[in-house]
Structures are given as C-alpha cells and as structure tokens.
C-alpha cells in the first residue's frame, strides 16, 4: 500500500519552455503533498507543501511564480516548470502523507528533468 | 531552524562487516525521525521510523536504529552489510512545530566491496 507515481519518470525540454509533472498517490488519499528537488549526490530540499484545494507553501528562496504547483484532488498534484532554464535541470521528487496523521511520508520514484 | 546532519559522506566497507551510519539534529522539541534509503537508480524507501517508545527500532532488510534523546542522535545500524545495501542513505526529521515537513540530512553513500 502507499504507492506513489510520477510521470514522466525523465523529461528533456528547450530553454523557455515549461513542463508539467504528475504526481499521483494509487491507493491511498493524500491530504498533503511535498515536492522537493535533488542535486546530483545531494539531498533533498524541499521546495513547497501542498494540500487539496488549497495554494501551496514555499520554502523560502523558492519562485512560486516559477514553479507552479497544483493539487487539485486528494490523488493528483501537479508541479509545472515554466519557462525552465538550464539551471533548472534536476531530480524532482514528490510524496505524499495520508491521513492518519503518522508523518510518515510515501515518495515518488521522481522525474529527472533535463532543460537544453 | 531545524537542522539535520550525517557524519559521513561517503562510507566504505567491505562484505560482513558492521554498520554504524550517524545522523544528529538540531531540534529540541518532539521530533519523528525516520532513514530512508535509495538505491542507485530508485525512489527513497523507507528503513525505519521512530515516533514513540523503545528508542530502539528495527527496520527492513536486517536495519535497525536508536534513538539517544539526550544526544540528539538517531544513529542506523547492521552488524553484517551486504553488496546489495550499497546505496545512499537519508536520515530525515519531522519536528512537531513544523507540521508535516521533513527536513533531510545531506546524506551519506554507502560503498560495499564484494
């Protein structure tokens, strides 16, 4: 149980262009979604929190306006890259906790963007 | 701010020998704590995870951890590792102020020689 897709699993897109990524929790409901992004050979840094119906949550120094995140239904958040540059390019990492309160968080396999 | 640290970058060790991964943090409210693991190639998994109890916790594939409050520490442990357990490993905290997010240690790449 707790699975969680991302799609695509790698993107490659031209300078100026924006990609969208899905994120999508298969068997569970999930009140609140994270994305983070990961550096090669870095960790994780989380970029915003989401919940159903509502705006995201930035970390700070994060561009909301550039990095738009949707969450439309208790199953599906969405991160749009727009106007990607090659700086960009990454490893893009969701997951999602389910509603019994644990913080236990379920990831994503993630979506290796790559901006030429 | 929350802070997570991990003491090694990147650890080398031969097949059957021991184990001992540190991670420390920064925080001195009620805290979660969890490590995860990604293999080369893979999705964060989750080891083991710490909310309550016996500070001691045991996890997948022969993993296990302690809690130490008073040292602010949450070290993972295997007494025998395997070439299969080369990876990278994540210790990650969630704070009780700070809602659901997870703040994550660097990490440290573990290295098992055949």
């Known amino acids: 149980g707790a699975v969680v897709s991302q799609h695509p699993s790698w993107v490659i897109c031209k300078s100026g262009t924006s990609v969208k990524i899905e994120c999508r929790s298969l068997d569970f409901q999930a009140t609140t979604m994270f994305w983070y992004r990961q550096f090669p050979k870095q960790s994780l840094m989380l970029m915003a929190t989401?919940?159903?119906?509502?705006?995201?949550?930035?970390e700070q120094g994060v561009e909301k306006d550039k990095f738009l995140i949707n969450h439309a239904s208790l199953t599906l958040s969405t991160l749009t890259v727009t106007s990607a540059h090659p700086e960009d390019s990454s490893f893009y990492i969701c997951?999602?906790?389910?509603?019994?309160?644990?913080?236990?968080?379920?990831f994503g396999p993630g979506t290796r963007l790559t901006v030429t | 701010a929350q802070s997570v640290s991990q003491h090694n970058h990147h650890v080398i060790l031969s097949e059957a020998a021991s184990l001992e991964l540190g991670c420390n943090y920064s925080?001195?409210?009620?805290?979660?704590l969890f490590w995860y693991v990604q293999y080369p190639g893979q999705h964060l998994q989750l080891l083991l995870k710490y909310f309550s109890g016996d500070p001691l916790v045991k996890g997948i594939k022969g993993f296990e951890a302690e809690f130490i409050k008073s040292k602010f520490s949450f070290n993972l442990r295997k007494p025998s590792v395997q070439w299969s357990d080369t990876a990278e490993y994540f210790c990650?905290?969630?704070?009780?102020?700070?809602?659901?997010?997870?703040?994550f240690g660097p990490g440290t790449r573990l290295s098992v020689l055949p």
């Open positions: 989401s919940n159903e119906g509502s705006k995201a949550t930035y």
């Open positions: 925080y001195g409210g009620t805290v979660n």
């Open positions: 990650a905290v969630n704070a009780d102020n700070y809602g659901q997010n997870f703040v």
């Open positions: 997951s999602a906790t389910t509603p019994t309160g644990t913080y236990e968080q379920y």
